[in-house]
């Protein structure tokens, strides 16, 4: 969902970097086409950080107590099928300050 993507993504891609925890050397270029993409290790670093991250607790504006990135998937995702099925009159996006 679009709304989690500035709140975890992004967020932790920005730390990662920041950190040195990516470096030149856990990126590998495709000779012909210049694509590029994380080596086997770079991948390790970049998923280890992305777990730690939906582990991050916060307190989620709807239910009003912590939860974590995880489990707000979860709850957007089924807040959204509520709206869709027409049990509520809105969709809460999921907005931190």
């Known amino acids: ?4 993507r ?3 993504v992004d967020n932790m ?6 950190k040195g925890l990516l470096t ?9 086409s210049g694509a590029v993409s994380l080596t086997k290790e770079g991948l390790k670093i970049f998923l280890r950080a992305y777990e730690q991250k939906k ?6 504006p709807v239910i009003q107590r912590k939860c974590s990135y995880q489990e707000a998937f979860e709850l957007q995702g089924r807040l959204l099928a509520k709206y869709l099925m027409g049990e509520t009159d809105k969709y809460p ?3 931190l300050k």
């Open 1 to 4: 969902m679009e709304e989690f």
């Open 6 to 8: 500035r709140l975890v």
């Open 13 to 18: 891609v920005l730390s990662v970097l920041n």
């Open 24 to 32: 030149p050397a856990n990126f590998t270029s495709e000779p012909i």
């Open 55 to 60: 582990q991050t607790q916060f307190k989620h």
């Open 93 to 95: 996006p999921l907005i």
